[in-house]
């Protein structure tokens, strides 16, 4: 079944504590991409990747760090969380980003 | 960057009417736009898109307008139905990101 995959779904952590959400996808898409969605906000492009060791940043990438050293992996690292960072994440991958976006189920971080 | 706004935010519309989302956006050389819904709780999912060398396209009760001089799109679905109640995004793509518009939340009474 074609997918993408985060995990995990919900988190609750501390302030300063690292953290990696993963995201995995079996559709060989080359564009990845993390956003995250807040009420009133919509969905903010955080990092977006167009290929294998190519990523760069979207319209909200501070505190946030990727990685894309497999196709199918695009990693969230949060090296040092703030509260401002509690929000619902998706990761989507696609064949471009001229086509339909796959979303992941969605990673619920609380950050206290 | 591109910027993408869209209105109304929220739509409240009885069964079997028709509902229109218009989005517009400041990047002219954006070429892609896709329209996602999401349900309550779930992930965002293509519903219906349309690239810059088309002016509408239609799939079933839903239809999708673009005019790239006025630099506007807009989603329409006809003959509402319950289950057509989500929130609706619509996108932008320009260079290289998906830009994302703040949402409308469609509640249809039955």
């Known amino acids: 079944e074609a997918q993408v995959t985060q995990n995990p779904r919900y988190l609750i952590t501390v302030t300063g504590k690292k953290l990696t959400v993963t995201c995995s996808q079996n559709m060989n898409h080359e564009y990845m991409s993390w956003y995250r969605q807040d009420p009133g906000l919509g969905l903010r492009q955080i990092y977006y990747s167009m290929n294998v060791e190519v990523t760069d940043k979207g319209d909200v990438p501070e505190g946030y760090k990727v990685s894309r050293k497999e196709k199918r992996n695009f990693p969230l690292i949060l090296e040092s969380p703030s509260p401002n960072q509690t929000s619902l994440y998706f990761c989507a991958s696609s064949p471009s980003m001229w086509a339909e976006a796959f979303f992941g189920q969605g990673t619920r971080l609380t950050v206290v | 960057g591109e910027n993408v706004e869209q209105h109304p935010s929220t739509l409240s519309v009885q069964e079997g009417d028709s509902a229109v989302i218009k989005c517009t956006y400041s990047d002219s050389a954006s070429n892609y736009f896709p329209w996602y819904k999401q349900e309550l709780g779930k992930r965002p999912q293509l519903i219906i898109d349309i690239r810059s060398n088309v002016g509408e396209k239609k799939d079933q009760r839903i239809a999708v307008t673009l005019n790239k001089t006025a630099k506007h799109f807009s989603l329409h679905i006809t003959e509402t139905q319950p289950e057509d109640s989500a929130v609706y995004f619509c996108?932008?793509?320009?260079?290289?990101?998906?830009?994302f518009g703040k949402g409308t939340m469609l509640l249809v009474s039955p």
């Open positions: 996108a932008a793509t320009g260079y290289s990101t998906l830009t």
